[in-house]
């Protein structure tokens, strides 16, 4: 037989779990390194921290800032190597390559323009890579994206489109003079070859350096032939001006190559970031569900409780 007191006590404990239910919380097994207290090991924060490296973007920033390098680097010193051949053996005459000198003083200004850009953009695109990445999420919690991050990213993608067409006409424009000095050492390799023949004079082998267009028709000598030319193929200044132009344009293919790279990437992460966004919508149209549901909930239980 139960009593009064005990249905009274009893009824106690109805309302009281029924207005403040018990929560539950899942406490983590301790694992490694992990101290009681919830702290870290540190080979659990190596290997998250290297987790959250977006080594696509590292990859691609590595070969960027490489392939500027060398095009910038090798190309200014080239050109100037270049100029030293031109006055001495092809142009005497200052006013004859005034105009050249110019081109060549403005290209070389343009190369620290093009180093101290590409040093700062891909930077910001190593930066956008390691805030784009899904590993981001699980270092820094719930991720959460505006309509201006998304702005910001697919303006990267345009710049680095952009910029990656403008690359190829460079990478074009450096091939150039690899072409020029390849035609140069060819020649000096053929008046070499025929030494032994002596049927064949050597001295009617030139190289015209004014039918390329980078001085004028009127430029004293002009040419270079036979052993004349083949001491200039000899000179360290030929030698290293061929060979910069060749490392110039391997670097703006490499520069072209990590473009490329650097659009697939952002493609993906623009991506990402479109859903990223989709599924946040969701996600807040499902908590104000169910904060309503919880609402109604309540006030079921308090008007329960009420009429008991």
């Not at 190597?81 to 031109?86: A, D, M």
Request: glycine content about 8%; hydrophobic content about 45%; some cysteine.
């Amino acid at each position: 037989v139960i009593t009064r007191p005990e249905m009274e006590i009893g009824r106690y404990h109805w309302m009281y779990s029924s207005s403040r239910p018990h929560r539950y919380h899942h406490v983590p097994a301790l694992r490694g390194n992990v101290s009681p207290l919830g702290i870290q090991g540190c080979f659990e924060c190596c290997i998250k921290c290297l987790g959250g490296v977006p080594y696509a973007s590292l990859v691609a920033t590595i070969l960027c800032f490489s392939g500027v390098a060398l095009f910038c680097g090798c190309g200014h010193v080239a050109l100037t190597g270049t100029v030293s051949i031109l006055e001495q053996h092809f142009s005497t005459t200052a006013s004859d390559h005034a105009l050249l000198s110019e081109v060549i003083q403005l290209m070389q200004y343009v190369i620290y323009g093009i180093a101290s850009f590409f040093f700062l953009y891909g930077i910001i695109l190593l930066a956008e890579g390691f805030y784009t990445t899904s590993a981001v999420k699980e270092l820094h919690g719930e991720f959460k994206t505006t309509a201006c991050g998304r702005c910001i990213s697919g303006m990267f993608v345009f710049l680095t489109y952009v910029l990656g067409v403008a690359w190829l006409g460079v990478f074009g424009f450096s091939a150039v003079p690899v072409f020029m000095f390849y035609n140069i050492w060819s020649t000096c390799e053929v008046i070499k070859s025929l030494q032994t023949n002596v049927t064949v004079p050597g001295d009617q082998i030139c190289v015209d350096i004014r039918q390329y267009g980078i001085i004028p028709w009127n430029a004293v000598p002009g040419k270079a032939c036979g052993p004349i030319l083949e001491n200039i193929c000899n000179t360290n200044e030929f030698y290293m001006s061929y060979h910069l132009f060749i490392v110039a344009c391997a670097g703006a293919g490499a520069t072209v190559i990590a473009l490329i790279h650097f659009l697939m990437i952002l493609s993906s992460n623009w991506a990402y970031l479109k859903d990223a966004s989709k599924m946040q919508a969701y996600q807040d149209i499902k908590a104000k569900e169910e904060q309503e549901l919880q609402d109604i909930q309540s006030r079921s239980k308090e008007q329960l409780n009420s009429y008991t």
